[in-house]
């Protein structure tokens, strides 16, 4: 039986006869799901974090973007803009600089 969420493993859509590999947006969709899965498959054999049955390159980089885009909300960086709570400099760093 195919599982319904579309995740990896033995039991994937794609494993079905005639079915086509996993593509990108299969792979983005894994990579989102990735986390969940990993949990998932600690306690389940029929569910995989990544699709053996796909089209390479393409299913790659779909699961390598789905896995930032999730992992990316986690991570916030601003550059160029200083901490509010930043102390200001007291020098000694660039003196010792001038030093050298």
Sequence with gaps: MVNR???????SKFREPDAEPAGFWAGVW????????FFVSLFREDVGIYET???GRGYDFGFLIGASMVFAKHVRVQVGKEDEDD???CGECEEEAEEA
């Design 53 to 55: 049955h796909n089209t």
């Design 30 to 37: 894994h990579g989102m799901i990735m986390p969940i899965t």
């Design 87 to 89: 102390e200001e400099c």
């Design 5 to 11: 969420f579309a995740v990896a493993g033995p039991n």
